[in-house]
């Protein structure tokens, strides 16, 4: 399996504009996750899915942030309007349901909004 | 709530030597899992190693040993023969109960100096 993958690995965009950012989990994974780092907040979960389903959206910043996840092999983070402060690199995960499995990550998306 | 603490924001040591991360955390779970990610200059983060709450032996994977207790919510890493490989950001994550989504602390930057 190639793991988690994440597009595109760097996106830059003006404040106003929306992006959206993509992940594949790992094929046979029931959960996914999207982290969002930056150097002063560190790692910080956004959303979490369990079987297609949003189960933890806590994270979510603000309305102007929305996640997807049609199907068990794809899912979105979209943000509409972007806004500077929303430059950060952002990692998807996926794992199998259950306490102490492992997170595999993507290479993250680093968001940068001019 | 579930907080996670790694209070060195860097430290460095010389190759083949020994090294020692730190990390507290707080939970009301009485059955969680801790975690020690890698995180290189590529930003792929990497699991080193997992420790269930619930037993008393202390996890090893090879080089990398964690000095877990319990009573005192202390986490810690050992790296031992220190290689140039092991530069990278070292974080800290607590597994909670009921949700497999990990809470993460603010990652000690580690040098590995030649």
């Known amino acids: 399996d190639a793991g988690v993958i994440q597009s595109p690995r760097h996106e830059v965009t003006e404040m106003g504009q929306e992006v959206t950012l993509r992940c594949k989990p790992i094929?046979?994974?029931?959960?996914l996750f999207w982290y969002r780092q930056t150097m002063m907040r560190g790692l910080e979960l956004l959303i979490y899915?369990?079987?297609?389903?949003?189960?933890?959206d806590s994270g979510m910043p603000e309305d102007r942030f929305s996640a997807k996840m049609p199907n068990a092999s794809f899912s979105t983070l979209k943000i509409q309007p972007s806004e500077p402060r929303d430059s950060a690199v952002y990692f998807c995960a996926s794992s199998l349901t259950g306490l102490g499995t492992e997170a595999f990550f993507g290479q993250g998306t680093r968001l940068t909004v001019v | 709530a579930q907080t996670v603490t790694q209070s060195q924001p860097e430290m460095s040591v010389q190759e083949a030597e020994t090294v020692t991360l730190s990390c507290t955390y707080d939970t009301s779970e009485n059955n969680y899992y801790l975690f020690w990610y890698k995180q290189p200059p590529s930003r792929q983060m990497i699991l080193v190693i997992r420790q269930e709450a619930y037993k008393q032996q202390n996890a090893t994977e090879n080089r990398f040993s964690v000095n877990f207790q319990k009573a005192a919510k202390s986490f810690s890493l050992k790296i031992s023969d220190s290689q140039l490989g092991d530069t990278a950001m070292y974080f800290c994550a607590l597994g909670r109960t009921g949700a497999n989504n990990l809470f993460f602390g603010t990652g000690t930057r580690l040098t590995v100096i030649p």
């Open positions: 094929s046979g994974h029931n959960s």
């Open positions: 899915f369990n079987n297609n389903v949003p189960i933890d």
